[in-house]
């Protein structure tokens, strides 16, 4: 005869298997992503935005390097996942504008770079910097992670140690057992 675990011990399991899936649901699209996708059919390559803006050409070979660097560490406002270089949004063109008019004024890429993420916050550096803002975004993916092993480790060790004790028999149980043995010998 199995007896009921206690009211407690189910809620715990409840909370643990709640607690499983959310951490799968947000590691799932980081191993989506590390997985290596079987290779599909080359896709022709696609023009960057970049080189479709009506833009004189640069004078000097050296910033044009340093504009290509810098509109691609920004990222378009409006796509969200695309840089400027890719991107063909009206609004990536006036950045890229004004980006290229700041390069020829003479200004330095961490003043260009201080100068939209002012503007436009952080979200506007594919890479951001690591302060008060972003620790969420830097620390997150790794606590999860710990936090996964941490309830993997916890439920797989529980899981082996618990072991419930058997239940004593009571007096017309005995007997009954004593009667079932008695007629089998």
Same mark, same amino acid.
């Given at each position: 005869?199995? @007896?009921?675990? &206690?009211?407690? /011990?189910? =809620?715990?399991? =409840?909370? *643990?298997?709640?607690?499983?899936?959310?951490?799968?649901?947000?590691?799932?699209?980081?191993?989506?992503?590390?997985? %290596?996708?079987?290779?599909?059919?080359? @896709?022709?390559?696609?023009? $960057?935005?970049?080189?479709?803006?009506?833009?004189?050409?640069?004078?000097?070979?050296?910033?044009?390097?340093?504009? =290509?660097?810098?509109?691609?560490?920004? *990222?378009?406002?409006?796509?969200?996942?695309? /840089?400027?270089?890719?991107? !063909?949004?009206? +609004?990536? @063109?006036?950045?890229?504008?004004?980006?290229?008019?700041? +390069?020829? $004024?003479?200004?330095? %890429?961490?003043?260009?770079?201080?100068?939209?993420?002012?503007?436009?916050?952080?979200?506007?550096?594919?890479?951001?910097?690591?302060?008060? #803002? @972003?620790?969420?975004?830097?620390?997150?993916?790794?606590?999860?992670?710990?936090?996964?092993?941490?309830? +993997?480790? $916890?439920?797989?060790? #529980? *899981? $082996? !140690?618990?072991?419930? &004790?058997?239940? &004593?028999?009571?007096? /017309?149980?005995?007997?009954?057992?004593?009667?079932?043995?008695?007629?089998?010998?």
């Amino acid at each position: 005869m199995k @007896t009921r675990p &206690p009211i407690d /011990s189910l =809620r715990r399991g =409840r909370a *643990r298997r709640a607690l499983g899936c959310l951490l799968w649901a947000a590691m799932l699209p980081y191993t989506v992503m590390a997985a %290596d996708a079987p290779a599909a059919a080359p @896709t022709p390559p696609v023009q $960057s935005a970049a080189k479709i803006d009506d833009f004189a050409p640069f004078a000097d070979a050296a910033l044009e390097a340093r504009y =290509r660097g810098l509109i691609a560490k920004l *990222r378009c406002l409006v796509c969200q996942n695309e /840089s400027l270089a890719d991107s !063909h949004a009206p +609004l990536a @063109t006036d950045l890229r504008r004004e980006v290229r008019g700041m +390069l020829e $004024s003479g200004q330095a %890429d961490a003043a260009i770079l201080a100068f939209l993420s002012e503007r436009y916050g952080a979200f506007v550096l594919y890479d951001p910097p690591l302060d008060a #803002h @972003t620790v969420l975004l830097w620390a997150g993916p790794p606590l999860l992670l710990l936090l996964g092993a941490g309830w +993997l480790v $916890s439920g797989l060790t #529980h *899981r $082996s !140690h618990t072991v419930t &004790p058997p239940t &004593p028999l009571d007096a /017309s149980a005995r007997a009954a057992v004593k009667r079932a043995l008695a007629e089998e010998n």
